[in-house]
């Protein structure tokens, strides 16, 4: 079925045409320039700020105008994820989409309806001529992925709105008013090469198959950390004077690494015994995980000797500091139900010529336990002799149970579904937060479609989840005071 024709059209049409620009986290020219041709064509009014946010107003329809305008916010960038085995050029391709059931789903890539679904939304409310609502004010932020830096950038006095309407929260029944906030910690230190020995005989390893997915929403679910899982295995080779040559693992702060591959020597009389007890542990650690990971593979392969290998006093510390620090749920909140309050996700591992990268993003509810956390994180890795650098870091959202733009929603919601939505605060870093700096008066909530798999290939949006998300925004409109 062609995606176009999926209700509400509009929406779907839109999410076509936007899924069709290349958009990744700090390469979104392409973006903004489709944005503002789109406002632009409407004969709307249409601008970017000087950070590149693209906003676009619409005056209120017949009868509305007494309403207070509203803000619908969503970032234009996505994660850019694929399978190993996928050829895919983000830069140049536009995502390919399929339906599968009440699913529609990309070809070995992420979809891009993290945030995409949400773009698309406030795209088919800008150009209808038949929907009822109050002013408009549509905020595309950019580099929402990446670090928020379009949130961040966007000046205080631009935006004209009295009430934000977030539509970047990935289940259908779900009012989010608070979220995480979060810091990017990275781990750097150099390594002598040194030569490989005529003695040695080479190996990869490499593992993949992982679910992957959104570093805070799915942190709780116990999902496999390629980084993790490589480590254990390299830990063992410590008795054997293994020597890596190259390691990578993982991609972006903000997923969960699926896939990671090293190259290392070792030599020849322990090959036989080293394979025999690595096969040995991948197969207990993919029965550790075979309900949360049914598809993980661990590969060990024969190939050449590298020329140079990691010296065994960096190699021992790298190992040992990836061992004890913290990966997954560090805290759950003790005033919000089931809700993860602080989390680390050991993202990234590179070591290439003569350089080793460990890349973290720590999230917490707390301010206080962010940075606890992320002292702990400090710790283990000074000690193992690297240097630390926290950026990127960006605050939580304050939840406000006696919003009015929450009861207008909440109420909303009941009268349309006849249940009673979640109010929920969430572990992912939503932009409300940053906003809510430069504009402290503005009341919020954020909600959407169920999303899965979110940042993964895997990921995934509900056909009929977005009906019924789209017809919960269009009667939100028309109940605003």
Known sequence: ???????????????????????????EERVIAFMLGFGNELGLETFSDAIGNVIIRKPATSGMEGKKMITLQSHLDMVHQKNADT???????????????????????????????????????????????????????????????????????ILKGEILLNLDTEEDDEIDIGCAGGIDITATRSYNKKPGTHGDAGLQITIKGLKGGHSGMDIHKGLGNANKIMNRLLYLGLDYNMRI??????????????????????????????????????DAIKAELKVQEPNLTINLEKIKPAKEVMGL???????????????????????IENLVETSNNIARILVKDGKITVAC???????????????????VFELAGFDLKYSGAYPGWNPNPDSKILSI??????????????????HAGLECGILGQNYPEIDMVSFGPTIL???????????SSVQKFWKLLLEILKNTN
């Not at 798999?453 to 056909?463: C, L, N, T, Y």
């Open 313 to 335: 006093g960096a190699q021992g510390k790298l190992i040992k500091a990836i061992y004890a620090a913290h990966n997954g749920v560090y805290a759950i909140s003790a005033s």
């Open 409 to 426: 929603t909440k109420n909303t919601y009941i009268n349309l579904f006849k249940e009673e939505p979640k109010v929920i605060a969430c």
């Open 453 to 463: 798999g979110a940042h993964s290939p895997d990921e995934r949006v509900s056909i």
């Open 87 to 157: 050829q895919f050029d983000f830069d140049v391709q536009g995502i390919d989409m399929f339906v599968d059931g009440d699913w529609v789903k990309a070809r070995g890539t992420t979809l891009g309806a993290d945030n995409g679904m949400g773009v698309a939304a406030i795209m088919a409310l800008l150009e209808s001529d038949s929907i009822s609502h109050p002013a408009l004010e549509a905020l595309f932020t950019i580099d929402e992925e990446t670090g928020m830096t379009g949130a961040f950038g966007l000046e205080g006095g």
């Open 245 to 282: 040559s190259s390691l990578e693992g993982g991609s972006l702060r903000n997923a969960i690494p699926r896939e990671s591959t090293c190259q290392l020597n070792i030599g020849r009389k322990h090959v036989a015994e080293v394979v025999t007890k690595f096969n040995a542990l991948a």
């Open 1 to 27: 079925m062609n995606i176009d024709q999926l209700e509400p059209k509009s929406v779907w049409s839109n999410f076509s045409k936007l899924n069709a620009v290349p958009r990744p986290s700090k390469k």
């Open 361 to 379: 993003l720590t999230r917490s509810s707390v301010d206080s336990a962010k940075l606890d956390l992320a002292n702990s994180l400090r710790s």
